[in-house]
């Protein structure tokens, strides 16, 4: 830090320790059903607690009881200036303890780690943002523009009850805002001692989730049947799920590709960029999925009873189309899936794009590199999905910057929703201190 902590108080590279533990010990599962998902509201007011004890005034909003998100905001020096909102959400997905080496709500310090259910998705960054605003209020420090901070609910199952609860219905607490910082990016991928990237999200993946009907004559199992639905969605769903679609290199993947072979050593080719992604180690399937549209069968119903042929059944299919490509991608697939089969929405998100450019850009770069001189900002693409949809619906420009530095062992991509979930207690430290500069210089 480039402050001291006020007389009596820790600093916020002590504090975010204590915070993380707080945020993991309070078991904030989306299940997806509200009757189920608990623990957003504790968490919320947890947060709400923590800033009013600095003199930060925030707003709580539920969109049904228990979904509560939070919003506050930090007044900057040049109110002129258009406000930088900082996401986090609260929500975590489930955790079987009985496949964990801690429990999952224990909050754990064992190993130099912080171990729990959310330590790297996200309550990791939900820290990191309250200990360096927490420092800030104590020691006189205001930010040069307007921040606001929110943190939702809900962002584990699409954000209905959370960020995009929140754009629909209380637009207003975003007012001004221009730029937005949120998960997934930030993170280091360590090339060798002196060389680490930091990937930084400049876009992500759309999501195109469609249900495929087929229909037919309904009948009797016993007899011949040549118009069985069953039979035809199988088929439509089968070629669904070994279809590949045609790589795309959009402008985010391609600079991260050349980039990113430059520095490895590694020759690329942009008609056959799948050769070099081979060669990327544990981050190849963070950008495998980024090249071209994908199409995944996920459920099946169809039938009520073994000896009955129904006269309709149903396959749900998870797409994820690239920046512009949603109409591309159901015209392809109706080719693949043919015309006999009915095709409908139910959850559709356009993909998020933005520039690696710009005086954010740059303070995001200048923070890594004061914070490490190894580091190299690169952009890249996630192939799942953020808050940043539903905060993109406003115009705010979305980047995923949630610094963290990791050893370079670590398999930070097999963490997310994964067991053992953990983050390395000084790659917390770290994240504070980056932060605390970027936001001092955006
Ligand atoms: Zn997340």
Not at 105 to 133: N, Q, T
Not at 172 to 178: H, W
Not at 375 to 399: N, Q, W
């Amino acid at each position: 830090m480039t402050s001291h902590a006020a007389p009596n108080h820790p600093s916020a590279t002590d504090e975010v320790v204590d915070i993380c533990r707080d945020l993991l010990l309070i078991d904030t599962s989306n299940t997806g059903d509200n009757a189920t998902s608990a623990g957003e509201r504790v968490a919320a007011e947890y947060v709400a607690g923590q800033l009013a004890e600095v003199g930060i005034t925030s707003e709580l909003r539920e969109s049904a009881p228990g979904r509560t998100s939070l919003v506050a905001r930090i007044p900057g020096t040049d109110p002129g200036r258009g406000a930088l909102l900082v996401h986090g959400h609260l929500d975590v997905v489930p955790a079987d303890a009985s496949e964990w080496s801690v429990h999952p709500f224990s909050g754990e310090l064992r190993d130099g780690y912080l171990w729990g259910r959310g330590a790297i998705d996200m309550k990791d960054f939900d820290a990191m943002v309250l200990a360096v605003v927490r420092q800030w209020q104590r020691t006189g420090v205001r930010p040069p523009r307007d921040i606001v901070l929110a943190y939702t609910a809900d962002e584990e199952a699409g954000g209905d009850y959370g960020a995009h609860f929140l754009v629909d219905r209380h637009r207003e607490l975003f007012d001004g805002c221009t730029e937005a910082i949120g998960e997934v990016g930030g993170f280091s991928y360590s090339v060798n001692d002196d060389l680490r990237l930091y990937l930084i999200q400049t876009a992500e993946k759309g999501l195109d989730w469609l249900r495929l009907h087929a229909k037919g004559r309904p009948g009797h199992g016993s007899m011949v049947h040549d118009d069985n639905a069953v039979t035809a969605l199988a088929e439509a769903v089968a070629r669904v799920g070994r279809h590949s679609f045609p790589v795309v290199l959009t402008p985010t993947v391609r600079t991260f590709l050349e980039q990113v072979s430059e520095l490895l050593g590694i020759e690329f080719d942009p008609n056959d960029p799948e050769l070099a992604i081979a060669k990327l180690g544990p981050i190849a399937n963070i950008v495998g999925a980024t090249i071209r549209n994908t199409a995944n069968p996920t459920r099946l119903e169809a039938g009520y009873k073994d000896n009955v042929i129904p006269g309709r059944a149903s396959a749900t299919i998870d797409c994820r189309s690239l920046p512009g490509q949603s109409e591309l991608l159901l015209e392809q697939l109706r080719q693949v899936i043919g015309p006999e089969i009915e095709v409908e929405y139910t959850h559709r998100q356009p993909a998020v794009e933005t520039t690696f450019d710009g005086d954010l850009v740059d303070a995001m770069s200048a923070a890594l590199r004061a914070e490490d001189p190894g580091a190299r900002p690169v952009p890249y693409m996630l192939s799942g999905g953020t808050d940043a949809k539903a905060f993109e619906r406003l115009g705010i420009r979305c980047f995923g910057f949630a610094p963290l530095r990791l050893p370079a062992d670590l398999n930070f991509s097999a963490l997310f929703h994964g067991i053992d979930e953990r983050v390395p207690v000084d790659g917390l430290q770290f994240g504070v201190r980056v932060l605390d500069r970027f936001l001092r210089g955006s």
